[in-house]
């Protein structure tokens, strides 16, 4: 299978500590690879090497061969859900959608058509700030999709979601994935990912402790278990 | 262009924004349509009165007072990205910091610009009302509006770049507006009126020096007899341009974004 996200040797250092610890690792094409570990573990420090918004201390992070601040119009090829915030407070979701559509050269109707993708059509012209921690999920996946990437990197988005907000996210992402794009999601929620993915990345204390389809990882237990065998039952 | 198209959006879509417009043209229309009453009630305190030609001069050049706008609107282009995590989604859309750096330079140029125009445009037109109350005023001199209002576009767009590099430089804004009103209302004026040697090429000395004016009151901190030459001031105040364009485009390339 072809790899189209990889970290190579990727260390991350704050403070003298590695948040993230010679992180060597691939994502293949067209499948859901999990990112997953417990709160702290370095997913969301990666990530943030990943798409450039962070230098590595050393090694590499590269997305289509390439690091990602070299893509040409990185959002035609690479779709970014890092957190909830992200958008202006004080400006209303398709304002929010429109500034990012500008600087990507992608017009207008492609917002209103991502705006009713994540179900978000009635409440585009509400005030960021008016909006639930879902409607903001949903909106920073509608930005995600604005330039129709064939990958996507989203970390945590299901965090704060309730029930209901999970199962439409479980959905979205199938839907997603059936087009044959490459999602790699963060999550520290094992037993809610067991449903969601194909691949598996376990990372704790910056490093790689597991990688393999999922079944592999699993074995014959849950995700969770097998978690918990290999961090020998600790879950921090 | 499409960079620019985003940062103007940046620039219109937020109502703060115009806010300060609003602001702008209030204390420079209010500033210039008093100084008239102030000058002709004190005429002797300042030396100055209203049938001097010097006096109707400085009550135009009194339009140009809403710099500070200018300046808030650069830093809360720029720092408004770290204060609302727009930062992500900018750097992540245009992943050429140097390239964002640029077009929001341009952008705050452009927004610094229009804030003073108008508001001087503003304060010229309440400052012409107000004269016009009084009799036996002077002509003003033949250079002041146009002297006034390329003041205005230079040190508008000057200062709304000063703006971005200070919003890179202090990612929290509040910290950096209210240090920079701290420096342009309380230590710029302190250094010009007791070190005019140093103060004139500080960005208030240079902006004065800009409208060409002479008035001679060192007493209350204004000798134009020892600023610099208008055109030396405008390149002065240019270079500050370019070298806090400079340091913001170098900052913002090596930080990791939160």
């Given at each position: 299978?072809?790899?189209?996200?990889?970290?190579?040797?990727?260390?991350?250092?704050?403070?003298?500590?590695?948040?993230?610890?010679?992180?060597?690792?691939?994502?293949?094409?067209?499948?859901?690879?999990?990112?997953?570990?417990?709160?702290?573990?370095?997913?969301?420090?990666?990530?943030?090497?990943?798409?450039?918004?962070?230098?590595?201390?050393?090694?590499?992070?590269?997305?289509?061969?390439?690091?990602?601040?070299?893509?040409?119009?990185?959002?035609?090829?690479?779709?970014?859900?890092?957190?909830?915030?992200?958008?202006?407070?004080?400006?209303?979701?398709?304002?929010?959608?429109?500034?990012?559509?500008?600087?990507?050269?992608?017009?207008?109707?492609?917002?209103?058509?991502?705006?009713?993708?994540?179900?978000?059509?009635?409440?585009?012209?509400?005030?960021?700030?008016?909006?639930?921690?879902?409607?903001?999920?949903?909106?920073?996946?509608?930005?995600?999709?604005?330039?129709?990437?064939?990958?996507?990197?989203?970390?945590?988005?299901?965090?704060?979601?309730?029930?209901?907000?999970?199962?439409?996210?479980?959905?979205?992402?199938?839907?997603?994935?059936?087009?044959?794009?490459?999602?790699?999601?963060?999550?520290?929620?094992?037993?809610?990912?067991?449903?969601?993915?194909?691949?598996?990345?376990?990372?704790?204390?910056?490093?790689?402790?597991?990688?393999?389809?999922?079944?592999?990882?699993?074995?014959?237990?849950?995700?969770?278990?097998?978690?918990?065998?290999?961090?020998?039952?600790?879950?921090? | 262009?499409?960079?620019?198209?985003?940062?103007?959006?940046?620039?219109?879509?937020?109502?703060?924004?115009?806010?300060?417009?609003?602001?702008?043209?209030?204390?420079?229309?209010?500033?210039?349509?008093?100084?008239?009453?102030?000058?002709?009630?004190?005429?002797?305190?300042?030396?100055?009165?209203?049938?001097?030609?010097?006096?109707?001069?400085?009550?135009?050049?009194?339009?140009?007072?809403?710099?500070?706008?200018?300046?808030?609107?650069?830093?809360?282009?720029?720092?408004?990205?770290?204060?609302?995590?727009?930062?992500?989604?900018?750097?992540?859309?245009?992943?050429?910091?140097?390239?964002?750096?640029?077009?929001?330079?341009?952008?705050?140029?452009?927004?610094?610009?229009?804030?003073?125009?108008?508001?001087?445009?503003?304060?010229?037109?309440?400052?012409?009302?107000?004269?016009?109350?009084?009799?036996?005023?002077?002509?003003?001199?033949?250079?002041?509006?146009?002297?006034?209002?390329?003041?205005?576009?230079?040190?508008?767009?000057?200062?709304?770049?000063?703006?971005?590099?200070?919003?890179?430089?202090?990612?929290?804004?509040?910290?950096?507006?209210?240090?920079?009103?701290?420096?342009?209302?309380?230590?710029?004026?302190?250094?010009?009126?007791?070190?005019?040697?140093?103060?004139?090429?500080?960005?208030?000395g240079l902006i004065t020096a800009m409208l060409a004016l002479d008035i001679q009151a060192p007493e209350f901190g204004i000798d134009t007899a020892n600023y610099l030459p208008p055109l030396t001031a405008t390149l002065v105040l240019l270079g500050y341009g370019v070298v806090f364009g400079v340091v913001a485009i170098a900052t913002s390339l090596r930080r990791d974004i939160d």
């Open positions: 299978m072809n790899a189209v996200i990889s970290f190579t040797g990727l260390v991350k250092t704050y403070g003298g500590q590695n948040a993230v610890d010679d992180l060597s690792a691939s994502v293949n094409q067209g499948r859901i690879t999990g990112f997953l570990g417990p709160n702290g573990a370095g997913k969301s420090t990666a990530l943030r090497c990943l798409v450039g918004l962070a230098a590595p201390s050393s090694g590499s992070a590269q997305i289509l061969g390439v690091p990602y601040r070299e893509l040409e119009n990185p959002l035609s090829r690479v779709g970014t859900v890092l957190d909830s915030r992200g958008f202006h407070p004080a400006l209303t979701g398709r304002q929010n959608l429109r500034v990012v559509a500008a600087a990507a050269s992608i017009p207008d109707a492609r917002v209103d058509e991502v705006l009713e993708m994540v179900e978000l059509s009635e409440a585009a012209n509400k005030k960021m700030k008016k909006y639930s921690l879902g409607m903001k999920q949903r909106l920073a996946l509608a930005g995600a999709i604005l330039g129709d990437p064939e990958i996507l990197i989203l970390d945590e988005p299901a965090n704060g979601l309730d029930p209901a907000g999970i199962a439409w996210l479980r959905r979205f992402l199938r839907v997603l994935a059936e087009g044959g794009r490459t999602i790699l999601v963060s999550s520290h929620q094992l037993a809610e990912m067991q449903h969601t993915v194909d691949d598996v990345l376990i990372i704790n204390k910056g490093k790689l402790i597991a990688a393999g389809t999922k079944e592999q990882v699993m074995g014959p237990d849950s995700l969770e278990d097998a978690f918990l065998k290999l961090t020998g039952g600790s879950l921090s | 262009m499409s960079l620019l198209k985003s940062e103007w959006r940046k620039l219109v879509y937020v109502r703060a924004h115009w806010g300060l417009l609003v602001g702008a043209v209030v204390l420079a229309g209010f500033g210039t349509a008093v100084t008239p009453i102030i000058l002709d009630s004190n005429s002797a305190t300042f030396g100055l009165a209203l049938d001097q030609q010097t006096a109707v001069d400085s009550v135009y050049a009194n339009a140009i007072s809403s710099y500070i706008f200018a300046i808030i609107i650069g830093i809360m282009l720029m720092s408004g990205e770290f204060r609302h995590g727009t930062a992500v989604a900018t750097f992540l859309t245009a992943p050429k910091r140097g390239t964002v750096l640029a077009n929001k330079l341009g952008i705050a140029a452009i927004g610094g610009a229009l804030v003073m125009v108008l508001s001087t445009g503003a304060g010229i037109a309440a400052g012409w009302v107000t004269l016009s109350f009084f009799e036996n005023v002077a002509e003003p001199s033949s250079g002041v509006f146009l002297n006034t209002m390329i003041a205005a576009v230079v040190s508008g767009s000057i200062l709304g770049i000063v703006g971005v590099a200070i919003g890179t430089l202090i990612r929290n804004q509040m910290l950096a507006i209210t240090g920079s009103l701290i420096y342009l209302f309380v230590v710029d004026p302190i250094l010009l009126t007791l070190v005019p040697e140093a103060g004139k090429w500080l960005p208030s």
